[in-house]
Each structure stands twice: as structure tokens, then as C-alpha cells.
């Protein structure tokens, strides 16, 4: 059986790493990321079915992107005219950003694109000086918001980073957060290799663990092997599995019940019998 559709599960009473750290820190994931994701150009369009038609329905203009890593999403944005701030913990990741913004530099909507530093537990205060009001949009995609461990067991971080989201929104605008279809991969399934997310033509292969803490899943270890010119590239990382019911409760909690909430399935409308490998939350903040 290829490692793709491997799913190791460990049941433990352990506890998960302490404190919330910079998974891509030694370099290894950060230098082949844009090998994985695959071809820029046929990603960009997968967004642009979705994400850009979605934004510019909505009228937003501004867009703050949390999770910006080495820069993919926020570059389709730029491009396509939105006034971008993007920011990430991760220095390794933002070097590529940085190098890209350098390079377009002579292109005026690349020289005054914003790029930060910023952790999400102090988001607000960190973005304070570029909130003018606030953002018409913050994207959080990728997967990314599941790097952040829920090391007390509560998710109370989780949900403190979340409501800094909130906190950047002006009334009206929107939150676009996902995290791949964990309620699947933690009931035997695995982590797909491919996806519309990740579309890279070279050979990728998932080993998939989890981490069961009293009874419940609590780390999803993802194994990484990507064929690449120079070799076979490995990087593990780490995430905590939202379950979409208690990830949909979360996010009405600090939106509001009533507030506009839809979800999609690798960016396609859901019902029940659908099994993507991506959820993606839309949900706007009151007016």
C-alpha cells in the first residue's frame, strides 16, 4: 500500500507540544512548498473561479491575508488589483514573499504591498497601524489555521486568534478560513496527496498519524516525501484536526448566531454527501 493511503493511529494519554512554534523554522518545508502546490498559474485559476469572483462580488477591496506563507495567494491577489496585507510567523516562509515583492518592485502595486511579521494570538495589535477602519476581507487558507495546536485541551487560543480575525473585519466584511476534511482522514481515511489545493506534478506521497489524547483526536502528523530534481524532499508537520460541526459552533460563537455563515467544499457548494478533502468557511462580521 503507497504511503498516501497509509493512516497510523495512536491512542496516548501524552500531551502535545508545548507552546505555539514555527513548524517551518529549519527550512526544509518553507524551500519545497511552491513544489508542492504545483503550477502557479493553474492554481491561480482554481482561486479565481472562487476566491477573486467571491471577493469582488462581495465589493472588498482591501484584503488581509494571515496566513500569506511564501506568498501564493497574496501574489494572485496583488496581481488581480486588491490592496493586499499579508503576514505569517513563519520567517522562513516570508523570505519568499519578501524576495518576490523585491523583484516586482518596479510594478507599483507590488512596491506598496505590505508584508509582516505577525503572530495570531496579538494579530489586532500587530496589524493596528494598516486596520483603517478594517479590512474588507482576512483570509486564512491553506490550511494553515490547523498549525495551531490546542495545547490546553479547551482551544481557547484557537479561539483567541479567531476573534482577532474578527477584530481586523470592518462591519460587513468577510472571514475566509479552511482546514482539510479531518473528520474523514480521523475516521481511517488518510490525507490526500493531490488535491485542488495542491496540484504539483511531481510524484508526493502522505504518511498520515494521529494522536489520540483521552479518547478524542488531538495531532494529525502529516509525513511529506516529494520527488524533486535534486532528490526526494521529507518534512513533517503537525495539525490539529477541526471537526467541522465544533469548528462551524466556534465561529458562530464569536460572529453571532445570526451572521452569515456558507460553507464550500474544495470551493464548490457541499451537502451531506459530499467528502471533500478542503472545507472553506465564508462568514461575515455584523453590521
Known amino acids: 500500500m503507497?504511503?498516501?493511503?497509509?493512516?497510523?493511529?495512536?491512542?496516548?494519554?501524552?500531551?502535545?507540544?508545548?507552546?505555539?512554534?514555527?513548524?517551518?523554522?529549519?527550512?526544509?518545508?518553507?524551500?519545497?512548498?511552491?513544489?508542492?502546490?504545483?503550477?502557479?498559474?493553474?492554481?491561480?485559476?482554481?482561486?479565481?473561479?472562487?476566491?477573486?469572483?467571491?471577493?469582488?462580488?462581495?465589493?472588498?477591496?482591501?484584503?488581509?491575508?494571515?496566513?500569506?506563507?511564501?506568498?501564493?495567494?497574496?501574489?494572485?491577489?496583488?496581481?488581480?488589483?486588491?490592496?493586499?496585507?499579508?503576514?505569517?510567523?513563519?520567517?522562513?516562509?516570508?523570505?519568499?514573499?519578501?524576495?518576490?515583492?523585491?523583484?516586482?518592485?518596479?510594478?507599483?502595486?507590488?512596491?506598496?504591498?505590505?508584508?509582516?511579521?505577525?503572530?495570531?494570538?496579538?494579530?489586532?495589535?500587530?496589524?493596528?497601524?494598516?486596520?483603517?477602519?478594517?479590512?474588507d476581507a482576512v483570509i486564512c487558507l491553506g490550511n494553515s489555521f490547523a498549525h495551531m495546536l490546542d495545547n490546553d485541551g479547551d482551544q481557547n487560543q484557537q479561539k483567541q486568534a479567531i476573534r482577532n480575525f474578527e477584530r481586523c473585519l470592518k462591519p460587513g466584511g468577510l472571514l475566509l478560513i479552511d482546514h482539510r476534511n479531518y473528520d474523514t482522514i480521523c475516521n481511517g481515511g488518510s490525507a490526500p496527496s493531490k488535491s485542488i489545493y495542491y496540484n504539483s506534478q511531481h510524484m508526493t506521497d502522505i504518511k498520515t498519524s494521529v494522536l489520540y489524547v483521552g479518547g478524542k483526536p488531538n495531532i494529525v502528523t502529516l509525513d511529506y516525501l516529494i520527488s524533486t530534481d535534486e532528490g526526494i524532499s521529507e518534512f513533517r508537520l503537525s495539525y490539529y484536526p477541526h471537526q467541522l460541526e465544533v469548528f462551524k459552533k466556534i465561529l458562530k460563537e464569536i460572529f453571532g448566531y445570526g451572521c452569515y455563515h456558507e460553507i464550500f467544499g474544495d470551493f464548490k457548494e457541499i451537502n451531506s454527501n459530499d467528502t471533500p478533502a478542503f472545507y472553506i468557511h465564508v462568514i461575515e462580521k455584523s453590521k
Open 2 to 135: 503507497p504511503e498516501s493511503e497509509q493512516t497510523m493511529f495512536m491512542r496516548s494519554n501524552g500531551i502535545s507540544a508545548e507552546g505555539t512554534r514555527d513548524q517551518y523554522a529549519d527550512g526544509k518545508a518553507a524551500k519545497v512548498w511552491e513544489i508542492f502546490i504545483g503550477d502557479k498559474k493553474s492554481r491561480t485559476k482554481n482561486y479565481c473561479d472562487f476566491l477573486v469572483n467571491l471577493l469582488r462580488n462581495r465589493g472588498c477591496r482591501r484584503i488581509l491575508d494571515v496566513a500569506c506563507g511564501t506568498g501564493v495567494d497574496s501574489i494572485m491577489l496583488v496581481e488581480e488589483g486588491f490592496e493586499v496585507v499579508s503576514c505569517d510567523a513563519s520567517d522562513k516562509m516570508l523570505k519568499y514573499a519578501l524576495k518576490e515583492r523585491w523583484e516586482r518592485r518596479k510594478d507599483s502595486k507590488f512596491d506598496n504591498w505590505v508584508i509582516e511579521e505577525a503572530n495570531w494570538l496579538t494579530l489586532y495589535d500587530d496589524m493596528r497601524e494598516y486596520l483603517q477602519g478594517g479590512f
